[in-house]
Structure formats: structure tokens, C-alpha cells
């Protein structure tokens, strides 16, 4: 089953992203407040993928709404990707919001998808052009440890 996220930073301030795993596609739109949302997505499955985390959830702001993405690993080598909506932010304290998107694909798939997606917007944009657009450097630390997670050899 093929798995895609893409997240792609726009000239105003806001990104478009999306997770398309299998048939099921769900895009939202998310500002630069976010902060390092992309970083962090980076982060989260390479820590999946390393076993050093089990779930993980990374916010992305969509004013005045946002979104929680959870990816939480289901052995023996998927992981859940579930999307929730809240009416608004910060997360914290919150439990409950709407289930926008809940799919499973091999993890492996996922992270080298992310990975392409963020060699693209370097291709395209370079880290002076992201950091223009997103107001936040380039995430080169946690692509390298993606990178890194992908390239051992594990059951993940």
C-alpha cells in the first residue's frame, strides 16, 4: 500500500500538506505558526523508526483551528496515521476532537516519503527559500537523522 505526505510551503505564510495512504486522502492548510511542524513530523518518525518512541504527535496550526497528527507504530512494521481536528489551540489539556483521517501504512514507506518530500522543497526552494516562506530554517538536523533511522538495518 503506498503512503505520502506532502508538505508544501506556499509564499504567504501558510503550507499545504496531506497524507494520501491508499485510497484515503485528507489535506488541510497550516500556518506559520506552526512553527517546526515539518521538523517535528521529521523527528517523530525517525524516533518511530529507532524505537524510541511507540506514538507521537505533532501539531499544525490552521487558524484558528488546528490539527493533531498521531502516528502511533503497530508492529510488526506499520504505523497508524491519525489526523484530528480541533477548533482551536494550543492541544494542551485536550482530549477530544474530530477524527478527520485514520489510516495505516508501512512506516518505512511513510518516512521515505517524507524524505523525498523534503529533498524536493530543498530542490525547489533551498533552505534560504524555506526560511523565507516558513519563517523557520530548514529542518537539515532531523532529515539527517530520518536518513540515518532509514539506512539501519531494523524490523520497522
Known sequence: MGA???FQPGDDSWATCSFE???ARVEWFASRLSDDAFGDLISALAALLRGGAAETTTVFV???ECLGVTLA???PATVRV???RFPDWPL???TRGEVIFDEVARLRT???SVVANAQSILATQ???GYLARWGTPFPDASLAKLRAALDEPRGR
Do not use: C, Y
Open 4 to 6: 505520502q505526505f506532502l
Open 21 to 23: 495512504i491508499g485510497d
Open 62 to 64: 490552521d487558524e484558528p
Open 73 to 75: 507504530v503497530e508492529p
Open 82 to 84: 491519525t489526523v484530528t
Open 92 to 94: 494542551t489539556g485536550r
Open 110 to 112: 511513510l518516512a521515505g
Open 126 to 128: 533551498g533552505a534560504a
